[in-house]
Structure formats: C-alpha cells, structure tokens
C-alpha cells in the first residue's frame, strides 16, 4: 500500500488487513498511480475523522468491495470522488444541509473556532400536538434559513447539532465578544419576530466564549442550568472559568477513594452534637453530623466529600444509609435524649431509606425522640412528596425540623407547606447578630412570628459560639442553641 500513513493500527479482520482511526481514508484519497505532490486537503480532516471511525469504515468498506478486483485507471478517477462524497456524508448533516458536529469540533480543534452561540427552541415536542407536520417543517426550514443566512452575512460559521439546536461560531481575533454577543441577540430578536405563516418560536441563546472540543458542552449545559434558575432566554459564559486543574480532578477522584474505602470499611462515623435548652439548662437533644474516616484514621468532614459523593450518586446514597442506621440503633433504647438527622431530598426520594425510617418509628419505644432536619439548601421539586413525607413522620410520632432557616426566599413557603416542629435559624445570620443589626432583626422577626402562630413549634439558633451570642438569643426567647460555647461534635456521647 502506497501513501502516507497519519497515525492508526492495522487489524485483521474478513481475510484482509485494513487501517482503523480514520487512517486508512486520507492514505487512500492520495492514493495514485503516478507521481503526487503533497496534499493537505487529503490529510486536514484526519483526526477529526476519526471520531466517525464505525460509519466512516463501514461506507469505505462497501466503496472496497465495489472495486475489488479492478484493476483499470477509472480507480483513481473513482476515487477522487470518494474524499467528497466522504466529506459530505460525515461532516454535513442529511438534516438541514449545512456543516454537522463532527465539522463543528473540527473547526474548533484545528481551525481556531473558539468563540460559540448555541441556539435552541423551546417546547418544540408542543408543536407536534397543536399543528400540522407541514406546518412545523416549514417553520423550521425558516428557523434554518434565518439562522444560515445571518451567519453568512456576518462571516460566521453555522452547524446543525440535533433537532432544533444550532450552534454558530467565530474566531475570537476576528471579533469581539461584545460584538459577537450584540450580533447573536439581534439575531433572536429577529426569530422571535414572527409572520402568519409560521409557527412562533421561542429561541434561547448560549454565547460561549474560549471554546474548546472538551468544554463547550459542559459551558451550555451550565449556561441552561442558568437560564432556567434565572427565566432567561440569553446568556454569556466562558468556558475556560469552568475547567477544573488537574490538581481539583486528582483530589476529586482521591476523595472517591475515601468514600468506597469508608462503605467498604463501615468507615462512616456519627459525630453527635448536643443543642442547648436555654430553659432547662442543659443538652436536649443532638445533631447527628456525618463524618469519613480513611485507613489511616484521617477525619473527613462533609463539605469534603458531600459533593462528591452527590456527583457520583450511588455513593451518596450509601454513605447516607449508613449514616441513618447507625444513629437510630445508637439512639433506639433512649428514653430522655433526642436525635436530629439531616434529610436532603434526594434521601426522601430513596425508598429503601424511607422504607427503613419508617418501619423503626413503627417499633421504636419513643419515636418522638427523634427529629429529621429538611435540608433548606436543597431544592423541593416536588411539595406532595414532601408534605407525604412529613405527614407520615408525624403519623408514626417523629418529628420534623426545617433547617438553615433565613438562608434563603424557599423556605417562607416551607414553614407555610410543612407542619414542622422545630425551625433552626441559619448559623450564618446567628453567627453575625451581635455586630449587624440586620441580622439582629432577623432573629427578632423570628421571635415575633412564633408568638403570633403556633407557640408549640420550637426554634434552635446555631453557630452560638460565644455569651456574647447566647445574650442575644436569651433575649429574643429562643428556645434552643447550638454551637460550641456548649457542645463540640464528638463521636462519644452518653445516651440514656
């Protein structure tokens, strides 16, 4: 075989030997039976090719087969065809006829497309139940048309991803982002105006700036995320402030270690933190604090590790389990000491953590010895769920506590939903009440609202860390606190 070979392995495979990663394809375009000069165009797409590898082997496969065993000069003729009708089939969509993905990362790898607007419609599967397929075919060969015809007006490339998804891109050091921004939302302006004769569309608009292959994907679908806490339909991001260095990946994958060695290990270690009757003057009830130990005997807290188990799923879900079981069988035979367990969720959703939950209040001695704290910094999908949940915690007799209350606008509409018995005012507004008046004012709010409802429900202040702190909590009434003037998490707790 004649030509010049990129890089790639030979198999052997159906009696023959052929080249995989997209090799074989350049080296055969180049092919002649007489003297050839160098020609890049035949070896530029190489490597992006070989991210098509299966259908691009699988059509210059049936291209071999048609030829074997020619030995004529209208091979080479053929074959010059061959790198067109290759290009055609693998970087230009059947779709809508314009450069697809493949020609997308390609222009992004190799030809310096590093600035991008992604474009989507929203609610497109509606369509299919209000209008007719002609309709919505027409609709969108103008949604493509418009698009198409803007990026050529302004010296841009255009791609066609998926579905209705566009993607348009630029070289950042032939235009400016603002510029580039200001040109992308004039073009949605354009689209959402609309004739008769078409459906209406509503487009939103990614612009990525400092694109790369591995990160634009990543940056839109941050930038969606964003949009849709936000209700907006237009959003500038840069991509590379969203890249992790090698060093955050390395100890992300080492806490993953942590986390299967402390399943593995029964390694997942309640730490227990007491909470202050200001009345009585002694401990109540605990907090129940998640902690992981390695085989070295190393104490890892949850702002370490929570995340990542939550990315991984399963593992979370594990870790929680364990946590759960072991502070309920600790706290199963007391009779004066209460509990408090933290509950995201994503932990309500897990029935088999329900399930068990549920079934030990159902047995236990004194069930309303213990209290589940509903995470506020988690967000409720879900209210029905939620209120289910609480309702049968109360019909077995625990109880229910809403936690970091005043961290955020959510849990207003918690404490108006959810039958809760206790409410913990977020530490970071007790932390700051002796020196902002704000913050003081929360607390006294606080104070007030319980008096004018229900004076059964019970309030904790937590990060009370100093007289200072506890002055202020004692004048405003508040029933529980928690910090380490009076209690330091610990492993060793004396239940009774």
């Not at 790639?8 to 039976?33: C, H, L, Q, S």
């Not at 309500?348 to 047995?363: A, C, G, P, W």
């Not at 004194?366 to 109360?394: A, Q, T």
């Not at 990060?463 to 009434?477: F, P, R, S, T, W």
Request: proline letters at 2%; charged letters at 25%; one cysteine or more.
């Amino acid at each position: 075989m004649c030509g010049c070979i990129t890089y790639g392995e030979m198999v052997y495979a159906d009696g023959k030997n052929v080249f995989v990663n997209g090799t074989f394809v350049a080296t055969v375009i180049g092919e002649r039976n007489n003297n050839q000069t160098y020609n890049p165009y035949a070896f530029i797409y190489t490597e992006a090719l070989a991210y098509d590898n299966e259908e691009l082997l699988k059509y210059l496969s049936a291209i071999e087969k048609e030829f074997e065993g020619r030995e004529d000069n209208s091979v080479s003729a053929t074959l010059k065809n061959v790198v067109r009708e290759c290009e055609q089939k693998l970087l230009v969509s059947d779709t809508a006829n314009i450069p697809n993905i493949a020609a997308l990362n390609l222009d992004v790898k190799t030809k310096g497309v590093d600035r991008l607007c992604l474009i989507d419609v929203l609610d497109t599967i509606s369509m299919k139940t209000v209008y007719s397929d002609h309709l919505i075919d027409i609709t969108f060969g103008n949604y493509i048309a418009k698009c198409e015809k803007y990026a050529k007006d302004n010296n841009y490339n255009i791609y066609y991803l998926n579905q209705w998804r566009l993607a348009i891109g630029a070289k950042s050091y032939m235009v400016t982002l603002k510029e580039f921004s200001r040109k992308m939302e004039d073009l949605q302006k354009s689209l959402f105006y609309n004739i008769e004769e078409y459906i209406p569309i509503v487009p939103v608009f990614s612009v990525i700036d400092n694109c790369t292959v591995e990160n634009y994907m990543n940056a839109y679908n941050t930038s969606k995320i964003k949009m849709t806490q936000k209700n907006l339909q237009f959003f500038v991001i840069d991509a590379k402030d969203l890249q992790l260095d090698d060093d955050i990946i390395l100890e992300r994958y080492k806490m993953v270690n942590v986390i299967n060695y402390a399943i593995a290990n029964d390694k997942v270690v309640p730490h227990y933190q007491g909470i202050y009757d200001n009345q009585n003057k002694c401990i109540h009830h605990y907090e129940a604090l998640m902690r992981l130990e390695d085989e070295d005997g190393t104490i890892y807290y949850p702002n370490s590790f929570l995340d990542v188990a939550r990315t991984f799923g399963i593992l979370y879900d594990r870790i929680s389990f364990m946590m759960i079981k072991k502070v309920l069988e600790r706290f199963k035979d007391s009779t004066n000491v209460g509990v408090s367990i933290n509950m995201g969720m994503r932990d309500i959703r897990n029935k088999e953590i329900v399930d068990y939950i549920y079934d030990y209040l159902s047995v236990v001695e004194h069930p309303e010895n213990f209290i589940f704290e509903l995470l506020e910094n988690e967000d409720i999908d879900d209210y029905n769920f939620m209120i289910n949940f609480v309702d049968k915690i109360h019909e077995l007799g625990g109880k229910v506590a809403i936690d970091d209350f005043g961290s955020g606008f959510s849990n207003l509409q918690h404490i108006i939903s959810l039958q809760s018995d206790c409410i913990k005012i977020d530490g970071s507004i007790v932390r700051k009440c002796c020196e902002s008046v704000g913050a003081e004012n929360m607390i006294a709010l606080i104070s007030t609202w319980k008096s004018l409802t229900d004076k059964s429900i019970k309030i904790v202040a937590e990060y009370v860390e100093n007289e200072d702190i506890q002055g202020k909590v004692l004048a405003y009434d508040i029933d529980y606190s928690q910090g380490y003037l009076f209690s330091k998490p610990s492993p060793d707790i004396k239940v009774d």
